[in-house]
């Protein structure tokens, strides 16, 4: 079976920077709903239409294609009074936006100093560009529930 629309891929995967240095080494297989549902980034999942179980390929994801350019304006140096008194560096909360009309971003805090925190708006990643190694190992026909909810269910995926 070729990967296409309403199909559910299986990869086993590993995921270095440029320069070799291992991100993720894919412990788990990734498994996901292809067909623009969202469940890997656009661009590999452009590579992977029409692939079959045992190919394999490597795709350089420049960071407009994975986690974005960073973005330093979504650094920001808040009072430490706005915290818990147990906040450490790495600790990630969610911010909603003041207006209520964008999604909840995510913050890392990087810096704690006196009466200030750092806190960084942008994914770990973000800048960074990747470079995505995979080996399709199955295929299959997606379930009319998994299309219409668009994730995988069972193993490796959703469970309600």
Not at 6 to 20: A, H, I
Not at 63 to 72: K, L, Q
Not at 78 to 100: A, K, T, Y
Not at 110 to 123: M, Y
């Given at each position: 079976?070729?990967?296409?629309?309403?199909?559910?891929?299986?990869?086993?995967?590993?995921?270095?920077?440029?320069?070799?240095?291992?991100?993720?080494?894919?412990?788990?297989?990734?498994?996901?709903?292809?067909?623009?549902?969202?469940?890997i980034f656009d661009r590999i999942?452009?590579?992977?239409?029409?692939?079959?179980?045992?190919?394999?390929?490597?795709?350089?994801?420049?960071?407009?294609?994975?986690?974005?350019?960073?973005?330093?304006?979504?650094?920001?140096?808040?009072?430490?009074?706005?915290?818990?008194?147990?906040?450490?560096?790495?600790?990630?909360?969610?911010?909603?936006?003041?207006?209520?009309?964008?999604?909840?971003?995510?913050?890392?805090?990087t810096d704690i100093a006196d009466?200030?925190?750092?806190?960084?708006?942008?994914?770990?990643?973000?800048?960074?560009?990747?470079?995505?190694?995979?080996?399709?190992?199955?295929?299959?026909?997606?379930?009319?529930?998994?299309?219409?909810?668009?994730?995988?269910?069972?193993?490796?995926?959703?469970?309600?």
């Amino acid at each position: 079976m070729l990967i296409a629309r309403n199909t559910v891929v299986t990869l086993k995967y590993n995921v270095r920077d440029v320069d070799g240095t291992s991100i993720d080494e894919g412990t788990a297989p990734m498994v996901y709903l292809h067909g623009g549902y969202g469940g890997i980034f656009d661009r590999i999942e452009e590579e992977l239409q029409g692939k079959a179980e045992g190919d394999a390929l490597e795709v350089k994801l420049e960071p407009e294609d994975a986690f974005g350019e960073y973005d330093a304006e979504l650094v920001v140096i808040e009072p430490r009074q706005l915290f818990p008194d147990n906040i450490e560096v790495g600790m990630q909360f969610e911010r909603g936006s003041e207006d209520g009309d964008s999604e909840d971003a995510l913050f890392t805090i990087t810096d704690i100093a006196d009466d200030k925190v750092v806190v960084d708006g942008n994914h770990p990643l973000a800048g960074i560009a990747l470079v995505f190694a995979c080996t399709v190992t199955a295929v299959r026909a997606a379930t009319s529930e998994e299309i219409t909810h668009g994730h995988v269910h069972g193993d490796h995926g959703h469970h309600h």
